[in-house]
């Protein structure tokens, strides 16, 4: 993978990211991903949100795109020096999220997600080496359109099912940082409830 993110994490009231060093009785040793790399630990209160378990919703709701993708996308048409950061006005946001996901979906992937991405993507290009994939090993559009070639000639046409996401999966960043309160808007999906369905009453035998 071209930036491993396996061990980096965003933990809940904390700012930055931090790299997961190693689990202790009140939670977990933490360091930042900053100059002198202070230690720390991040109690067992604190959310802690590895970033390789984060994906970006798109305008289909079977398929979302991994960070770890993202960031390679991101590299691959910026470099490691981003000239956009998260102050850059919303337009430009917009527009630079639109570049790296065409068909990002634009209900559920808020402004402040956009920014917490640029954010994390700044820390890790100058913290994190890129790692260029061998010559015979797949990219990752090409793994994943593999992938999902083979997913499709394995199910049978006729009883296709949507997967649903297990519990450790981050659908996406919004998922995961709590977006700011002006951010969730009522028609927002993820803000409404979710409603339980009925089950059919049992006919009783004659």
């Given at each position: 993978m071209p930036?491993?993110?396996k061990e980096i994490a965003a933990i809940s009231g904390m700012p930055g990211l931090y790299r997961l060093v190693k689990p202790t009785r009140a939670g977990v040793i933490i360091e930042a991903l900053t100059d002198n790399n202070p230690r720390s630990v991040a109690s067992a209160q604190n959310k802690v949100s590895l970033l390789q378990e984060i994906s970006i919703y798109t305008q289909d709701y079977d398929q979302t795109v991994p960070l770890t993708e993202v960031f390679d996308r991101i590299y691959q048409q910026h470099g490691a020096q981003l000239a956009l950061t998260h102050k850059s006005n919303e337009q430009e946001l917009a527009a630079f999220m639109a570049g790296i996901i065409p068909d990002y979906d634009r209900e559920r992937v808020y402004l402040s997600d956009i920014k917490k991405l640029v954010q994390w993507y700044h820390v890790v290009s100058q913290r994190l080496e890129y790692q260029a994939p061998a010559e015979n090993e797949p990219t990752t559009d090409e793994a994943t359109e593999g992938a999902a070639a083979e997913a499709t000639a394995d199910?049978?046409?006729?009883?296709?099912?949507?997967?649903?996401?297990?519990?450790?999966?981050?659908?996406?960043t919004a998922g995961i940082i709590p977006a700011a309160p002006e951010d969730n808007a009522a028609g927002n999906p993820e803000a409404a409830p979710a409603k339980t369905a009925k089950k059919p009453a049992k006919k009783k035998a004659e």
């Open positions: 930036y491993d993110l199910k049978p046409k006729a009883s296709k099912k949507i997967a649903k996401p297990g519990a450790d999966e981050a659908m996406s």
